[in-house]
């Protein structure tokens, strides 16, 4: 079963805009992870967040969690062409021996 | 440092054989761990290996079984091949829990498996 679920499931922007995505969970997690994949192939870590952390930036990507709510945003500021891909968060559980459970992800299109 | 590493990139095979699918795992890293990646879904957790002992599975069938070595590769083994079963699988390593990436999981890119 997967237990994070992105929203939107897919999203259509122009360069230069800004492009959020949603993850929502439904267990207790150590950490949540964002990932990104081209074209069907492997993925890219982007960025972890762990449970104590509410916010955290790496370059032009923005992630923010709410444990409360069990819910996690991805935000990449300026987008650009390259963006263009299907990004998934992951969760790893507690105690779940570093296991990933992934949502079926948001396909993102950055047009020029 | 090398990434992880997977072979064959592609493979087809038809209903009922039996298929290996190899990984490498990023120098350094002891634990290794199997997704399933249906078309259009997200990755699924197969098992996990540390130590060349499983350390965790997910909800797959005992057709499903791996294989880590002393110098940490692994091997993914199913056997009586289903149509179901064609998918990317994909292989992930993980450092020593004592790195302060220790959580983060490395990706290779892939084996697409295609049953027939």
């Known amino acids: 079963s997967q237990q994070g679920e992105e929203d939107p499931q897919a999203l259509s922007i122009q360069e230069g805009e800004n492009a959020t995505m949603n993850c929502s969970y439904k267990?207790?997690?150590?950490?949540l992870q964002w990932y990104r994949q081209n074209s069907g192939r492997g993925l890219v870590h982007l960025i972890l967040?762990?449970?104590?952390?509410r916010e955290k930036h790496s370059g032009r990507l923005r992630v923010t969690l709410d444990t409360s709510k069990k819910s996690s945003s991805l935000l990449i500021t300026a987008s650009r062409a390259a963006d263009t891909a299907s990004y998934f968060c992951?969760?790893?559980?507690?105690?779940?021996?570093?296991?990933?459970?992934f949502g079926a992800g948001t396909r993102l299109a950055v047009h020029p | 440092e090398t990434g992880v590493t997977q072979s064959p990139t592609h493979l087809i095979k038809t209903r009922g054989q039996q298929v290996t699918l190899r990984c490498s795992s990023q120098?350094?890293?002891?634990?290794v761990s199997w997704y399933q990646q249906a078309l259009g879904q997200g990755p699924q957790f197969i098992f996990q290996?540390?130590?060349?002992?499983?350390?965790g599975r997910g909800n797959f069938p005992p057709r499903f079984s791996g294989l880590q070595f002393p110098n940490y590769s692994s091997e993914l083994n199913v056997n009586a091949l289903e149509l179901d079963d064609s998918a990317l699988y994909l292989c992930?390593?993980?450092?020593?829990?004592?790195?302060?990436?220790?959580?983060?999981?490395?990706f290779g890119p892939g084996t697409r498996l295609t049953v027939l």
């Open positions: 267990t207790s997690i150590n950490n």
């Open positions: 992951a969760t790893e559980v507690s105690g779940g021996y570093n296991k990933l459970i």
């Open positions: 967040i762990r449970s104590n952390e």
């Open positions: 992930a390593s993980s450092p020593p829990g004592t790195s302060p990436r220790d959580n983060e999981q490395f």
């Open positions: 120098s350094g890293h002891n634990t």
């Open positions: 290996y540390y130590r060349e002992e499983e350390n």
